[in-house]
């Protein structure tokens, strides 16, 4: 589908796994900012979010590009996943920059 892969988790030692799995891309977030590192990719139109706590997919949402998507597999937990204001905010500004287009 032409789409390219960017798997994120923590540590090196992970890369050559999501690598032998098909990623094209791979970023520690022990090592850099995984949000900006997807906003340098371009954002993320679909991120499939595996964490089993529900905080540590929060900050994620940042790295979505305009009209991308969050599918939530596997949060544990009663803890709601958060979305800052500044991240809503962004949302609801590219959204309806797109629209006017």
């Given at each position: 589908?032409?789409?390219?892969v960017?798997?994120i988790a923590r540590g090196?030692?992970k890369?050559?796994?999501a690598?032998?799995l098909g990623?094209?891309?791979?970023?520690d977030?022990?090592?850099?900012?995984?949000?900006?590192?997807?906003q340098?990719l371009?954002?993320?139109?679909?991120?499939?979010?595996?964490a089993?706590?529900?905080?540590?997919?929060s900050?994620?949402?940042?790295?979505?590009?305009?009209?991308?998507?969050?599918?939530?597999?596997?949060a544990?937990?009663?803890?709601?996943i958060?979305?800052?204001?500044s991240?809503?905010?962004?949302?609801?500004?590219?959204?309806?920059?797109?629209?006017?287009?």
């Open positions: 589908m032409g789409f390219q960017t798997a090196p030692e890369e050559s796994l690598r032998k990623a094209h891309h791979h970023i977030n022990n090592a850099q900012d995984p949000v900006a590192a997807l340098a371009g954002g993320a139109r679909l991120t499939l979010a595996t089993a706590n529900s905080k540590s997919m900050p994620f949402l940042g790295g979505l590009a305009p009209r991308g998507q969050l599918i939530v597999a596997g544990g937990g009663n803890e709601p958060g979305i800052s204001g991240t809503l905010c962004h949302f609801f500004l590219v959204c309806a920059r797109l629209r006017e287009q």
